[in-house]
């Protein structure tokens, strides 16, 4: 069964940072899909950051390139996103999410990923 298990959020100063974590289990990650997506309060869900392993193209929304950097530990089947110079603008819940089609991860949709975490919520304090 697959499953993604999201961890990392809290709250933080802006100009800080932190780094979410996303362990997979059912599945090995190198042949999936994956990305971080986040959704504010009355807003729709976007996509962050969006990869497959193997792959030179890596997605990363223009309000966060420059800031945020996605990776993957193949050993221990789990994404990351690195969080640094945080704004208040994104303070949201953030997912992970994967899916076995590995070019959804080029346009970095919400609705086209099939499995989700439950979220981490991220507050970066003004």
């Known amino acids: 069964e697959v499953q993604l298990v999201e961890s990392g959020g809290g709250l933080v100063q802006t100009g800080g940072s932190l780094r979410l974590s996303c362990a997979a289990s059912?599945?090995?990650?190198?042949?999936?899909?994956i990305g971080w997506f986040r959704q504010a309060p009355g807003k729709r869900r976007e996509g962050v950051s969006c990869?497959?392993?193997?792959?030179?193209?890596?997605y990363y929304a223009n309000s966060v390139k420059g800031r945020f950097t996605i990776s993957v530990d193949s050993a221990k089947n789990t994404v990351y996103l690195q969080m640094n110079n945080l704004k208040p603008e994104d303070t949201a819940v953030y997912y992970c999410?994967?899916?076995?089609?590995?070019?959804?991860?080029?346009?970095?949709?919400?609705?086209?990923?099939?499995?989700w975490g439950k979220g981490t919520p991220v507050t970066v304090s003004s």
């Open positions: 999410a994967v899916d076995p089609l590995r070019s959804k991860a080029y346009n970095c949709h919400y609705y086209g990923l099939d499995y």
């Open positions: 990869t497959s392993i193997g792959d030179d193209r890596i």
């Open positions: 059912g599945f090995t990650l190198d042949t999936y899909a």
